[in-house]
Every structure is written in structure tokens, then in C-alpha cells.
């Protein structure tokens, strides 16, 4: 996946019932936590996960690479659900 982004029928909003962000998808909802939500709102099909993982490394002064494999296993699982645009 060069440019990931979430599939045309996935949302990404702020659910106040929840008080969590969440991934809307038709008859399913998914709750992030902070981590997720972090990588999830860059994803805008422009920059690839590398990209990605720089920014975030940046700023949470974190290794690039420990964020690249944790990015990676997000966008697997989360394209393995039909939630990303493949």
C-alpha cells in the first residue's frame, strides 16, 4: 500500500456518546485509542506510511522504526477488514 487511505465508505470521527474517536463504516463502528487516531488522521492518500512514520517520530521523539512496524501492523489489519482503499 503506497498511499494508504481509508476506503471511500469509512469516516473517521470524534464520537461524544463515546468520548473516543471512531472509525465509521456501515454496520460497524471501530474505537481507536490515541495511538491509532495518531496514524489514522494522516492518512489522506498523498504520503506514504514511511512519511508517516517520520512525522510521528518527530513528535513523540520516538524511533522511526519501532513507529514504521507499528504503523504497518494498523494498516495490515485494518486492510484486512475492508477499512482502507486497497
Known amino acids: 500500500m503506497t498511499h494508504p487511505a481509508l476506503a471511500p465508505h469509512v469516516r473517521l470521527r470524534f464520537d461524544e456518546r463515546r468520548n ?7 454496520e460497524r463502528v471501530v474505537v481507536l485509542d490515541e495511538t491509532a ?3 489514522l488522521s494522516r492518512l489522506d492518500g ?4 514511511a512519511a508517516i512514520a517520520e512525522e ?3 513528535l513523540y521523539s520516538a524511533p522511526s ?3 514504521a512496524a507499528d504503523i504497518g501492523e494498523l494498516l495490515e489489519d485494518l ?3 475492508g477499512l482502507l482503499r486497497r
Open 37 to 39: 487516531h495518531a496514524i
Open 20 to 26: 473516543h474517536w471512531v472509525l465509521l463504516a456501515p
Open 56 to 58: 510521528l517520530a518527530a
Open 46 to 49: 498523498s504520503r506514504g506510511a
Open 79 to 81: 486492510s484486512d477488514k
Open 65 to 67: 522504526a519501532e513507529i
